[in-house]
C-alpha cells in the first residue's frame, strides 16, 4: 500500500465539530456532487454504529458514489466503515474501486489550537492502482476544501453535547452515539456540555 499526506489544513471550527462532519454519510450528495455523492441519491440506508473497545464503530454502510476516488472509473455503491479511536482522530475504511473486496485508509488527526479553531492532518494508505500520488493528494484536497466552508460556518462553532441542541435525524446516529460517547468521558474541550 501506499500512504500518502493530504497536508494539514487550518479550519476555524472546533476539532470535533470536523470529527462529526467526516462521520456525516448525509452531507456528500450535497457537499461532493459529482465526487462522493449526487442528488437524487441522498437516501442513507441504516447502519449498525457500536462501541467496541472504547471505540465508535460504524459497520454495514454502502453508499452512492458518482466518482469515489482518482482510480474510479464508473459509478457505484461503495462499502464504508468508521472507527473513531480517540475524541480528535477518527479513521475511514472505504472499498478500494479497483480491488472492490480490500479497504483504502483515510485517518484525520486534528490538532486543537484552541476550543473554536483546529489544524486537521490528512492520510491516506491506499492499494497500489493506476492513479499517480499527485492524482491522490489532490482528490484528498478536493474533498476536504469542500467541507471547509461548510464546517467554518457551523454555528455553535463548538459541538453542543446536548441531546435536544441540534435537531437529529435517522442517518445522524452516529452523531448521536460520538456526542453521548464524549459526553461520558468528560470531554469539554470544544464542546458545548449537556447541562
Request: hydrophobic share 40%; proline share 8%; aromatic share 12%.
Amino acid at each position: 500500500r501506499h500512504i500518502i499526506s493530504g497536508g494539514a489544513t487550518q479550519v476555524n471550527v472546533s476539532g470535533l465539530r470536523v470529527v462529526e462532519n467526516f462521520l456525516d454519510q448525509s452531507h456528500l450528495a450535497f457537499v461532493h456532487p459529482g465526487y462522493l455523492g449526487e442528488q437524487p441519491h441522498t437516501e442513507i440506508m441504516d447502519y449498525n454504529v457500536d462501541i467496541i473497545n472504547d471505540e465508535i464503530v460504524v459497520t454495514d454502510v454502502n453508499l452512492y458514489q458518482p466518482n469515489a476516488s482518482p482510480a474510479a472509473k464508473e459509478e457505484a455503491m461503495v462499502a464504508y466503515e468508521w472507527r473513531v479511536y480517540r475524541p480528535y482522530v477518527v479513521a475511514l475504511y472505504k472499498a478500494n474501486p479497483i480491488f472492490p473486496n480490500q479497504w483504502d485508509y483515510i485517518v484525520l488527526f486534528i490538532q486543537p489550537i484552541n476550543e473554536e479553531n483546529c489544524i486537521v492532518h490528512s492520510y491516506l494508505c491506499f492499494l497500489p492502482d493506476e492513479t499517480t500520488r499527485k492524482d491522490v493528494r489532490w482528490f484528498m484536497q478536493v474533498i476536504f476544501m469542500q467541507d471547509k466552508p461548510i464546517l467554518e460556518n457551523q454555528m455553535p462553532k463548538k459541538l453542543p453535547l446536548a441531546p435536544r441542541a441540534e435537531t437529529p435525524i435517522k442517518s445522524d446516529k452516529v452523531s448521536i452515539v460520538y456526542r453521548r460517547w464524549l459526553t461520558n468521558k468528560s470531554i469539554t474541550y470544544g464542546a458545548i456540555p449537556a447541562s
